[in-house]
């Protein structure tokens, strides 16, 4: 029997946000494109800017 997975869409930031997104983009964009702890620390470099700079009801995340 498998377990089934729940997934809800969420507006906003949310603690470990960041992290999820970076784990998420460096597991795929590994896989399917070979790229490494470079690409990895480039996603993260640039969500933080985002983040720092986000606004809720004007910026998407």
Known sequence: MTKAHTQA??????PGAIGKVAQLHG??????RGLGSQ?????V?????FCSRFELGQDGF
């Open 45 to 49: 470099t640039e969500l933080g800017k």
């Open 39 to 43: 690409f990895e620390a480039q996603v």
């Open 9 to 14: 869409v969420t507006c906003g930031y949310r």
């Open 27 to 32: 597991t795929d964009y590994a896989e399917y």
